[in-house]
Each structure stands twice: as C-alpha cells, then as structure tokens.
C-alpha cells in the first residue's frame, strides 16, 4: 500500500479543491482563501499561488519576520457517482511566508508554506506524517490520469467492474445479500497498486484489487487491468 507521505503528497499535487486556513482570515470567503495553482519544492515546502490581493497574501505580507501559522487542508471527492463521495482529506500545517523571488503574472503573488507537520485520513486510513518524509515522498505516476481512467471504467467497463467481484471469495456471499443484481460496483480509486471498487446496495463495502506488480504509468495499467478482468472472467 502506499505510505501515508506518499498518500498525502499525492492530494496536494492533484486537482483535488483545497483551502488555507489562516488565524483571523475566518471571516473570508472560501474562494478567497483557495491557491489557484500548488506545488511542492525540492525541500518539500508547498508553493501556493494566489492573487496579490487576496486576504492570504495580506497577511503573509503584514507578518513579515513572524511566524503566521497556517494550515493547508485537502478534500478529495471520489470523480464517479456513489454514496459517500468524500475519499479523503490531508492537511498540511506550517508557517506562510510570500515568495517574491518566484515568477507570477502580473497580479498574483506565490506564498511559501514551510511544512512543520501533515496527516491524511483516507480510504487507507488515518496517519500522521513527518515533514522529512513528506518531502521524500513519491507522487503516484497515475493522480494526473484517475479521474479521467476512473469515470472512463465506470461508462465504458461497467459490466467488467461488476464481474470482479467473482474474485472476492466468500466476500462476494455480501452481494448476494445486497440485493444481486440490485448491487452496483462502481470503480472508486486507482493507483500504482491496485483498484478500489465500491459495491453498493441494502450492504455496501469497498473491495481492493491489487496489481501483480505496482504500475509506473497508464501503458502498464492498461496490461494491469486486462490481467485483472481476464482473471475475472475464467
């Protein structure tokens, strides 16, 4: 399974909505307070980028050599349809500087978020995370694809989803308690590991396939999920 660093380093690096929580800023809109573009350095400092104007960038600026302590946190909502959409936050904690040095349009101003702790809480689980191991961690080669592979399975491959679950074993005595054909498997994340499928109905219960081998990008999780539904369908 991946680690809770590398859980937490791939929300930040994807497209999931994010806020900044700032001490007295409570009173801004959320829209005002969410960075148009994130990135983490090579020192596993979080890069946020807002409008020079916004109430962050007010007070990054005003606290100049203080401390301004802030808190990134990270929603993650399944791209399919199911019960339950929310797969996961993180939050990232530290103290916000602004990064003139960097290069922004006109108009906008990069922040620093120097990371002094993180924890994510998941379909994997909850953990906390170690700045250090934060900044090592790998992002998974496939969150810039999942939300496109996974609404792509659930439209095109639906009926091939449904079929793994001949592969639960005595799990699969859950569906047949959930309705049988009432039941609905909707694919609800992927990684370099595996697929999460959620079955849905009277009982609904996640189920995790895993690869033979970790994949390293889209070509071999094409191969990855052919092996899977042909193990599916013998």
């Known amino acids: 399974?991946?680690?809770?660093?590398?859980?937490?380093?791939?929300?930040?690096?994807?497209?999931?909505?994010?806020?900044?929580?700032?001490?007295?800023?409570?009173?801004?809109?959320?829209?005002?307070?969410?960075?148009?573009?994130?990135?983490?350095?090579?020192?596993?400092?979080?890069?946020?980028?807002?409008?020079?104007?916004?109430?962050?960038?007010?007070?990054?600026?005003?606290?100049?050599?203080?401390?301004?302590?802030?808190?990134?946190?990270?929603?993650?909502?399944?791209?399919?349809?199911?019960?339950?959409?929310?797969?996961?936050?993180?939050?990232?904690s530290g103290w916000l500087t602004t990064a003139p040095g960097l290069a922004a349009e006109p108009g906008w101003m990069m922040l620093r978020l120097e990371v002094g702790e993180a924890s994510v809480d998941d379909l994997w689980g909850a953990d906390g995370v170690e700045p250090e191991d934060f900044a090592k961690a790998s992002v998974d080669p496939l969150v810039s694809h999942e939300t496109d592979l996974l609404q792509h399975l659930h439209s095109a491959h639906s009926a091939q989803v449904q079929e793994l679950s001949v592969l639960l074993g005595d799990r699969a005595e859950h569906i047949a308690g959930a309705g049988g054909d009432g039941c609905k498997a909707v694919p609800l994340a992927l990684d370099r590991f595996g697929l999460r499928v959620?079955?849905?109905?009277?009982?609904?219960?996640?189920?995790?396939?895993?690869?033979?081998?970790?994949?390293?990008?889209?070509?071999?999780?094409?191969?990855?999920?052919?092996?899977?539904?042909?193990?599916?369908?013998?």
Do not use: Y
Request: charged share 25%.
């Open 1 to 92: 399974m991946p680690s809770a660093a590398e859980r937490t380093r791939t929300l930040v690096q994807s497209t999931c909505s994010a806020v900044l929580l700032v001490p007295g800023l409570e009173g801004a809109r959320p829209d005002q307070l969410t960075p148009q573009a994130r990135a983490v350095g090579a020192d596993g400092e979080v890069f946020l980028l807002f409008p020079a104007d916004s109430p962050a960038v007010r007070a990054a600026t005003h606290a100049q050599d203080d401390e301004l302590a802030a808190v990134l946190e990270i929603t993650d909502v399944a791209p399919v349809s199911v019960p339950n959409r929310i797969r996961g936050r993180a939050w990232v």
């Open 198 to 234: 959620r079955f849905t109905g009277q009982k609904s219960f996640d189920a995790r396939f895993d690869f033979p081998e970790p994949v390293r990008d889209v070509t071999e999780l094409r191969r990855a999920m052919h092996t899977l539904f042909e193990a599916a369908a013998h």
